[in-house]
């Protein structure tokens, strides 16, 4: 069979819908050739390369739907409930009252026309999309979202949080107690879950990310978590402490806060999952530093 024509731009470069390319003059026939593959009903890409769901439905949105919920959680680089990590379900809201009816997409009808852009197409803006995740996510996973949106990655602020939630809506509940607890300072979903986990254990809340200096003021460095009254750190460590270098760095830091009095206290995802050797930890940090300071 001879190779079939060249397709026009930009049909030929990236991932498009069968309609507009019917609209183009593309004929039917010519989007059944070899050099294309159907990674969606409706969708055409050029063979060999690898398309997302996400990416193919972009290619089909119509004027009034957005990616929404988690999909927009995603889109935004925030952190999801690891359920949805390795789940390439997709989420569509629509303006009007027919729903997005696709393989792999969950449609949703939305009143909303707040819309913002991404690189597949309209997306929730993130207060917007952190209230969608409250019809489904724990309170503590929409905590760690909206630590995520709040914190560095400077996405929405608690006021635009508090503004996107919509009275007699799903999920009213869940963001509104979320809404409570969320904290500017966290910097990985862990470290969120990690203090959420400490004070439903009854301990102070901890001041976040707190930059600690010795007595002449030199920086001994910065700790994820803190009570600095009582000189006691948390400290969470994910994976990338396994690291030879980084775990000399955290041995050389922990040297200085040792010596100018402060206790450091190291957590894993171990500990998130089974808590009570951690918390004792604790307790005895608070009974000790609780006693030297009433002696003090």
């Known amino acids: 069979m001879p190779q079939p024509p060249p397709l026009p731009v930009p049909f030929g470069q990236t991932t498009f819908a069968v309609g507009d390319a019917l609209r183009a003059g593309i004929g039917p026939e010519r989007l059944r050739r070899s050099d294309l593959v159907t990674p969606l009903h409706g969708v055409r890409a050029p063979a060999g390369t690898h398309v997302s769901r ?22 935004w680089g925030a952190p999801v409930p690891r359920a949805l990590r390795d789940d390439d379900t997709v989420h569509v809201s ?19 026309t707040e819309v913002a852009s991404s ?5 929730s803006p993130p207060a917007r999309a952190w209230f969608e995740c409250a019809e489904t996510f724990s309170v503590a996973d929409l905590v760690a979202l909206g630590d995520h949106l709040v914190g560095k990655a400077g996405l929405a602020t608690l006021d635009d949080l508090a503004a996107a939630i919509r009275p007699g809506a799903r999920g ?3 963001a509104r107690l979320a809404l409570d607890r969320i904290r500017v300072g966290a910097e990985s979903a862990m470290e969120s879950h990690l203090r959420l986990g400490v004070v439903d254990a009854g301990f102070p809340e901890p001041e976040l990310n707190v930059d600690v200096h010795d007595a ?7 700790v994820d978590m803190a009570w600095p009254t009582y000189r006691i750190a948390l400290e969470y460590d ?5 690291d030879q270098d980084t775990y000399r760095h955290d041995q050389r830091r922990n040297n200085g806060f040792t010596v100018n009095g402060w206790l450091v206290i190291h957590a894993t995802a171990v500990d998130l999952a089974r808590p009570a050797v951690l918390f004792e930890r ?10 030297k300071t009433r002696r003090g």
């Open 54 to 75: 996400i990416e193919a439905v972009g290619a089909v949105l119509r004027p009034g739907q957005r990616f929404s919920h988690a999909t927009a959680a995603r889109l």
């Open 94 to 112: 629509s303006e009007h009252d027919v729903a997005m009816r696709r393989a792999g997409v969950v449609g949703h009808r939305s009143p909303s």
């Open 119 to 123: 690189p597949y197409g309209p997306v």
């Open 172 to 174: 009213v509940r869940t």
């Open 216 to 222: 002449d003021g030199q920086f001994l460095g910065r």
């Open 238 to 242: 994910g994976d990338h402490h396994r």
């Open 282 to 291: 604790l307790r005895r940090a608070f009974a000790d530093r609780a006693g």
